[in-house]
Every structure is written in C-alpha cells, then in structure tokens.
C-alpha cells in the first residue's frame, strides 16, 4: 500500500473513532432538545466555525446557483441522517444505532457501484454481507424468532430509515465532485444541510426555552459540532475521494465494539451476552474487508 493510502486509512478509522461518541453522547443529551432543533444548531455552527478557515485557505465567494443545488442534493440525505439518529436515541439504545449502522458500508457498495461505478470483487462482498448478518445478530440478539417477526422498536427501525440517507450521502460525495477544493465542498454541504434542517425544525426553533436548556446538553451540541462534525466530515470527504465510499464506510463495522467500550468506561452495564458474537461478527467483518483493500493496493 502506497504512504498515501495507508495515511487515508488511518484518517478513515480515526473518524470512526470520532463518530463512535456520538452515540453514547446523543443517547445522554438526545431528550434535551427536538433532534431537528439540535441538529440544526450543531450544522450552523460548525459551518460558523469553518467558515474563517475556508475564508482564509479558499475565500469564501458564494457558489454559482448550479454548484449549490449539487451541495443541497448532498445536504439534504446527510440532514436527514442525523435527524433520524437522534429522534432514533430517544426510543433505542448507542448500541442498536451503532450496530445498525455497521449496514451502510454494505448500502454504500451497493449505492457507489451505482453512482460512481466502483468496483467491488467477490472478497469484499463477502465481507461486506458478513458484517450485515453481525449488524442483524445485535439488533434481535441472536434470536432467529426475533428476526423472523421483525421485532424492532422504533428507534431502530427510525435508524434504519436514516442510514439508507447516509448510505446515498457518502457515494453522492464522488458523483457530485466537481473538482473543487474538499473544504469548499465540505462547508457548502454543511450550510446546505443546516438550510434542510432549519426547514424541518420550523417554528419548534423559535418555541424552544433556552432557559431551560440544561447546560450539559448544550455543550454536547458544541462538542458535536466540533468533532463529530466539523472535523469527521472534513475527513470524510478527504478520505472518500481517495479511497471510495465502500473502503470508508467498511470501517464503521468497528463501531459496535468502540461504542461498548464507551459505555462499560461510563458505568453502563454490559448488554445481553447473546450480542457478543454479532459483535465478533461484524469486527471479523471489519477486518476482512481491510485486509482485502491492502491487498488490492500492494
């Protein structure tokens, strides 16, 4: 594997990584406010923070209209997503979202061999399909009459709805390129994505009583729109570019195990003992799915 690529890899677990605190954080501070309220908040203002860096390293002239309806088509799965992880938190725990989640490298291979014509050979696809039965493994602990009835509840299948918008989001970034620099393509997104949200949030933004917003829940939404936004995003198109929507997204099957980790450091007790082979499941996933990447760059 060329340096390059190893260090796009690198990024690449790291925003998993990033993205993993979001789960345990937004099921903690979720009922603080209306998820569109928040998740609005969080895009403008990690799009206020970026702006003087994109002002700085690109200038900050408005896009021709064509341009913004690109980064609206791209705001628009992306708001969606994160409007459905937190109404989703609210009926379901980080672990379920976090496990489901493990399915959209699977859609992604679907959506870019679509979009962006991406090649995927028979290894990955078995590897991605394995992670898929490992998400499912978690989400009806390991109980095939569970599976058979569907027995979700409905912030999982909320989830489910979301990750499909997610899925389309992350191949839509290489259909949708034009060339332009990834920070100008990144904060345009967000500003779309925040304009979607606003939208969907409509009188309940001006409603709200800040007074009472407790000032743990605010803060989480700062933290949210530093790290696992602003900063994953970033990466997320830079790492995408270079490596493809599918090798990107293969490493959020790492997710599941990060998340429990999180929670068992923050007291929570262990879940049942029937989800730890999906958990094994989706990290032998995680793992075969790497490997079949380093090797088609050696």
């Known amino acids: 594997m060329r340096t ?26 979720t009922h603080g406010l209306d998820p569109a309220v928040m998740m609005c908040i969080r895009f ?20 021709p209209a064509r341009s913004f309806v690109r980064y609206l088509a791209l705001g628009a ?11 989703a938190l609210r009926y379901t725990s980080g672990l379920n979202t976090s496990a489901i989640f493990t399915i959209v490298p699977g859609l992604s291979a ?20 394995l992670g898929m039965i490992g998400a499912l493994w978690v989400i009806f602990r390991g109980d095939p009459a569970r ?31 034009r060339g332009e620099p990834v920070l100008v393509q990144t904060f345009w997104t967000m500003v779309a994505a925040a304009l979607w949200l606003l939208a969907a949030s409509n009188v309940k933004l001006w409603r709200t009583d800040w007074s009472g917003v407790e000032v ?36 959020g099957y790492a997710l599941p195990a990060i998340v429990l980790l999180l929670d068992l450091a923050l007291g929570k007790p262990a879940p049942p003992l ?3 082979p999906g958990l094994a499941i989706v990290l032998l996933a995680s793992l075969a799915v790497q490997r079949g990447t380093i090797r088609e760059f050696r």
């Open 216 to 251: 743990v829940v605010l803060g989480g939404v700062v933290y949210l729109a530093v790290l696992p936004t602003l900063i994953s995003f970033f990466l997320t198109q830079y790492t995408t570019l270079r490596l493809g929507p599918t090798r990107v997204q293969a490493y």
């Open 147 to 177: 599976l058979v009835n569907l027995e979700v509840n409905i912030g999982d299948g909320i989830f489910l709805a979301g990750c499909l918008g997610y899925a389309v989001y992350s191949s839509l970034i290489k259909r949708l390129h």
């Open 274 to 276: 029937m989800t730890v």
């Open 110 to 129: 679907l959506f870019g061999a679509v979009l962006v014509g991406e090649r995927l050979g028979l290894h990955r696809l078995a590897a991605l399909a």
């Open 4 to 29: 390059g690529q190893l260090h796009a890899h690198a990024l690449a677990f790291l925003i998993i990584v990033v993205i993993s605190t979001s789960f345990p954080l937004g099921e903690h501070i």
């Open 44 to 63: 403008v203002l990690a799009a206020l923070l970026m702006a003087p860096i994109l002002a700085w390293r690109e200038g900050l002239a408005l896009p």
């Open 77 to 87: 799965p992306l708001a969606f997503f994160f409007w459905c992880m937190f109404e």
